[in-house]
């Protein structure tokens, strides 16, 4: 994954320096880059990037956004990647980028087959508990995200966190569990943005290099949530740029409405967010923001009790 060729590129661009230039480039990689707070769950540390905005004001239920990389990466790219802590200044919400664990050095979410996404979900659970301890949080509105890797692992907690997360939203999503994992049929809003030049993630669904599974197809996926939800049958579909489509699934059980934005000719890459390398990852629209309209989503979907 493109995840990976970053931190490749950030550690040759360290060999490449003078050597009395590496102690300094390394600890301000370092400052730039660290996590902020740790705990230890389970036997293992777990790290994340807490920023609260400084219009945070604890007399007030303050939203929570989950930001999470995609493999390979940290928090602190995440947040370059997305934007996100803008958008919190301007909006007043709270937003950590959690940091996966991994073997030999690469950072990855277990959102595929096998024990490790209940661990990364219950790490998950235990850092919202973290930051509701420290801060008015308002459980009704907090939200997952994330980019690739971390896109599967959002959807992963709306399968399994539905009682705590208001609505996710995906952006170049690694897909790698089957629908039929998901056995939690509780509706949770979603938003998805996808490029159909997605070289690691085939909008069209199939396999490619980064991994054994197929991939599903971003339209049969939308589609799949949508019939989770409930959603009206007929989705509308509209034009919001010109190489941006929008196809929305409304009416649908307890107003979770299922949004998929189609980036035509976009990569893997964040729509309107910090761009990476158009050679490996592809072209990075600046026509739209997924932070500034993934924001716009989550305002309107505040999580719903179940109806008794």
Avoid at 112 to 140: C, N, W
Avoid at 166 to 174: D, I, N, R, T
Wanted: aromatic share 10%; glycine share 12%.
């Amino acid at each position: 994954m493109r995840d990976r060729r970053l931190a490749l590129a950030l550690a040759l661009a360290l060999v490449a320096l003078p050597a009395v230039l590496v102690p300094i480039e390394a600890a301000s990689f370092y400052a730039v880059n660290r996590d902020t707070g740790a705990f230890v769950h389970e036997g293992v540390r777990r790290e994340y990037l807490l920023y609260v905005p400084k219009r945070y004001d604890g007399r007030r239920p303050t939203p929570l956004v989950i930001s999470l990389h995609g493999a390979g990466l940290w928090g602190a790219v995440q947040r370059d990647f997305s934007g996100w802590n803008d958008k919190a200044d301007r909006e007043g919400f709270i937003v950590v980028y959690p940091s996966a664990v991994g073997g030999r050095g690469i950072r990855v979410w277990h959102a595929g087959p096998g024990p490790g996404s209940s661990r990364d979900v219950r790490f998950l659970g235990a850092l919202i508990d973290t930051i509701e301890a420290h801060y008015t949080i308002d459980t009704a509105r907090v939200y997952a995200n994330g980019l690739s890797n971390g896109g599967g692992m959002s959807f992963v907690l709306s399968c399994t966190m539905a009682d705590r997360i208001a609505a996710v939203g995906l952006v170049g999503s690694a897909q790698l569990l089957p629908w039929s994992w998901c056995t939690e049929r509780r509706p949770v809003p979603m938003i998805d943005f996808h490029g159909t030049d997605d070289p690691v993630v085939p909008y069209g669904g199939g396999r490619t290099w980064i991994a054994d599974e197929r991939f599903p197809s971003q339209p049969g996926w939308a589609a799949n949530w949508a019939r989770r939800n409930g959603c009206a049958l007929g989705p509308v579909d509209s034009v919001v740029a010109p190489d941006v489509t929008r196809r929305r699934y409304s009416h649908c059980e307890s107003g979770a409405d299922v949004v998929l934005y189609t980036i035509h000719g976009g990569g893997h890459t964040w729509p309107g967010g910090e761009p990476v390398p158009e050679w490996f990852a592809g072209r990075t629209t600046r026509t739209i923001s997924a932070t500034g309209v993934m924001w716009e989503f989550f305002k309107a979907h505040p999580l719903v009790p179940p109806r008794r």
